[in-house]
């Protein structure tokens, strides 16, 4: 996508050296950041610290980690400590895990020596395959929005889309995940509008999905995450699209804390629910994802305090809560897939509860592997 | 209640003066002030700029502003327009028309030579009264939380009470709605715990409700409002507890937005949602409270902006969104009356459907006239 009309992505290697390049996603909206990655214990950094966020993109950065990795010593020891090191940043995303077992099952087989090339060409391959497999989504999720705004449209009004969080080009390489099939509605001209719940705590919402759609100049709105249901209430929501951190083998959805609140007033209100997740994101390996999904308690900080932009233009933490008062603070929630109308995935748009025959299917040409 | 120990109310008459002081519950909980307010005009904006908030509270506020013009000129034309402009102030909540209407009535058959005396009298009573329901309402709560805590609790561990928004004695002229039963239960000894949503926008729950809770002892954990469902999935939840702008003669329920998330979401998990409400908040001119109640929409400021205390013990308002981003500002949702397990009201509790009969039940010595 475009940043203030230059094509970018969220992360790139650095010409002519054993580093990676990110877009420092902690300040925007405010403040445009770029960080240079140039060992694997940054890569872990920038994943914990949630300079770079979102369930593919955190893959294709920990496969870059376990390049980066490769160059300063590619021993079997230090790939495995590596590997666990970069799993260990966040427990929820099951993409982390998945893209680090790939690089590892891929380099074990070589010589060490031949490793660091071998695993720049993977996750090289990885980035690109992110890419054409966002696009692919994009592709399925268009169709969704075609037929939904069939149904609902009238008089050529706006389709009303309400998203949760951030699954946008930032939370990929490139295009994003539920809001792929928005920029690809935008670009074949349907009429769209999107209600962006702001998404606390941390704002991705408000930070960067707000960002991302201006940027790409489709209309939308902020909105407080507690405004969503009422919006349905009063039919100012067509449709509900997400991404997902992790989907469960009966198709459970984990993904930003609040989403099953939206997918509750969706199905209250008869609105169609659906995810939009590269097959990565499936877990074969979980079932009852309420029960299986390891959710991550992050800082109590990130409710308590909150960061933005003061008159002065400088960025400002302040602090919300009364000094007394603890706060918890976890990451996500577990949508049941009774909630959830359709996966729109790059290999086609099914039922939840279709997640283990959706793995059997040949993935299309130039995407997943 | 008491603040740092000394026994405080929300709105009272300052002494020998025709004023009354409230607490500007603007800056809390990072700096406590007190406003007077010596005139109509400035009850409507200490109601309008939300000095003072609450549907009781704005009510007695709003009475007490009815009182201030009959100091100046308590003519039928001065009196009829202050309740206009005081009316005008906040659209959701019942009580604020109810106050106004009540002082209106009990003045305009006096001369005006006597109206100012009997105004401050009566909006005295109405304070009064204020406390006397809110304290009935807490013996109401407190047999559901007991009951509740009976089913629920083993081996001694707490009753997990889930509220939204500021339901406390900042709401009212003290005690509270919502949190009265839980002032009680502390007080008899009942083990509770109280998960606060921080209630964005404007952050009441974060600000106010954990303040009350602090200053009262009563432990407690500020969650941001996605939170709440994804505790309930777990178990961690033991009931619902809210108060209310306004209830429709079906018994829908109007309150801070976002009230009809959590709804949903204790009856996915089957636990109980109750709302504490003095009587004066059912509107039995309204029925289908999704269609009809007026919601109010504020500025997008306060979803775009936010403010807090920064590291030097300075109030910073800070910028939360890109510039080119707008944003929608409801103030209020309703629940439907299906959702709702019951009504707490000084009167006693009842089905959401029994509004109509409630109305018919005479109040209790010493309450609502």
């Given at each position: 996508m475009k940043v203030d009309g230059r094509a970018c992505r969220t992360i790139w290697r650095e010409p002519g050296a054993p580093a990676v390049q990110v877009i420092d996603q902690r300040d925007l909206p405010h403040r445009w950041r770029v960080q240079v990655l140039r060992s694997h214990e940054q890569a872990c950094v920038a994943i914990a610290q949630m300079w770079v966020r979102g369930a593919p993109l955190i893959g294709v950065t920990a496969a870059y980690g376990m390049a980066l990795?490769?160059?300063?010593?590619?021993?079997?020891?230090?790939?495995?400590?590596?590997?666990?090191?970069?799993?260990?940043t966040r427990p929820t995303a099951v993409n982390l895990a998945w893209a680090t077992r790939r690089m590892h099952e891929a380099l074990l087989p070589l010589a060490p020596a031949q490793r660091a090339a071998a695993a720049w060409t993977l996750a090289d391959a990885m980035a690109e395959e992110d890419v054409a497999v966002n696009a692919a989504i994009g592709e399925q999720g268009l169709a969704?929005?075609?037929?939904?705004?069939?149904?609902?449209?009238?008089d050529g009004a706006a389709l009303q889309i309400l998203t949760h969080c951030n699954a946008g080009w930032l939370a990929t390489v490139d295009w994003g995940t539920a809001l792929a099939p928005v920029y690809r509605a935008h670009e074949v001209g349907l009429p769209l509008h999107v209600w962006v719940d702001e998404t606390r705590p941390r704002n991705q919402g408000a930070s960067l999905t707000a960002w991302e759609l201006a940027q790409a100049g489709v209309p939308h709105t902020v909105i407080a995450d507690n405004t969503g249901g009422h919006l349905m209430q009063r039919g100012q929501v067509d449709v509900v699209l997400v991404g997902a951190d992790r989907v469960s083998a009966r198709g459970d959805v984990c993904n930003k804390i609040g989403t099953y609140l939206k997918a509750l007033a969706a199905r209250d209100n008869d609105i169609p629910f659906y995810v939009a997740v590269p097959c990565s994101t499936l877990d074969l390996g979980v079932d009852d994802?309420?029960?299986?999904?390891?959710?991550?308690?992050?800082?109590?900080?990130e409710v308590t305090h909150i960061s933005g932009r003061d008159a002065h233009?400088?960025?400002?933490?302040?602090?919300?809560?009364?000094?007394?008062?603890?706060?918890l603070n976890l990451g996500f929630d577990v949508t049941p897939a009774r909630l959830v109308n359709g996966l729109i995935t790059e290999r086609g748009v099914v039922a939840a509860s279709d997640v283990r025959l959706l793995s059997r299917v040949p993935p299309a040409p130039g995407t997943a592997g």
């Open positions: 990795q490769c160059v300063a010593d590619a021993s079997d020891e230090a790939l495995a400590h590596a590997r666990r090191l970069l799993d260990s969704v929005l075609r037929e939904r705004a069939a149904v609902r449209r009238r994802g309420v029960a299986e999904i390891p959710i991550e308690a992050r800082s109590p900080r233009g400088r960025i400002v933490e302040v602090q919300l809560t009364p000094d007394g008062s603890p706060a």
